[in-house]
């Protein structure tokens, strides 16, 4: 199973696309507060649609809370100021893919936290400033599902 990790996201409709996201591809969402939206809000709702109760959704206090939580998987950071493609590594059962919050992304706490095992980007042209957190998310997460045959998958 598939971990992805979203530290204080701020945007609602962002968060409801990783909801449907997880409910396509069986990945559990963690959701890492403070959340910059209440997780009632018609933009959340109407962005993840009819498959919040297909989808595993859990929410935490803290960062600290969260990787208890996945307490043997890899943590994988994803971060503009990497230099390893997300492209390039394999990616294994059970793997948290983490992503920073949309306006600023991870801060430096989070990318030297010990669990921290590897930070990634995803390429793209020069001049850019970063992805929209939701086709971020998108790319990795096929990505790592890919590697592993698309498991249950169809």
Not at 127 to 153: I, M
Request: a negative charge; hydrophobic letters at 45%.
């Amino acid at each position: 199973m598939l971990h992805l990790m979203l530290y204080e996201p701020r945007i609602a409709g962002n968060t409801g696309n990783a909801i449907r996201l997880c409910a396509a591809t069986g990945a559990t969402l963690h959701l890492v507060e403070p959340l910059g939206f209440d997780l009632s809000e018609p933009k959340l709702r109407r962005a993840g649609l009819d498959y919040h109760d297909l989808a595993h959704v859990v929410v935490h206090a803290d960062l600290d809370a969260a990787l208890a939580a996945v307490p043997e998987s890899r943590v994988l950071a994803f971060t503009t100021r990497a230099t390893t493609s997300y492209a390039d590594i394999s990616y294994g059962d059970g793997d948290v893919l983490l992503f920073g919050p949309e306006p600023t992304g991870l801060p430096a706490e989070v990318l030297a936290h010990r669990r921290v095992g590897g930070q990634l980007r995803i390429p793209m042209l020069p001049g850019r400033r970063s992805l929209n957190l939701a086709n971020c998310v998108a790319v990795a997460t096929y990505e790592a599902w890919r590697q592993r045959g698309f498991d249950a998958g169809v």
